[in-house]
C-alpha cells in the first residue's frame, strides 16, 4: 500500500506547526503515529475552535 506523497508532507506540516518539532524527528516517527498526532491534533483544535 503507498501512501500519498502531498499527504505525508500535509501531515509533516500539520504536526511541526503545532508542535514546533524538526523535520528529522517527525520523519523519524512510524506512519501509523504521524497519523495519531495528527487526528490528535486535529481534535484539539477541533475543540478550542468550539469553545471560543
Request: glycine content about 2%; overall charge negative; hydrophobic content about 40%.
Amino acid at each position: 500500500m503507498t501512501y500519498a506523497t502531498d499527504r505525508i508532507h500535509e501531515e509533516i506540516a500539520y504536526i511541526a506547526y503545532h508542535f514546533h518539532w524538526n523535520l528529522e524527528d517527525i520523519l523519524d516517527l512510524e506512519h501509523r503515529d504521524r497519523r495519531q498526532y495528527a487526528e490528535q491534533i486535529g481534535s484539539l483544535v477541533t475543540r478550542a475552535m468550539a469553545e471560543r
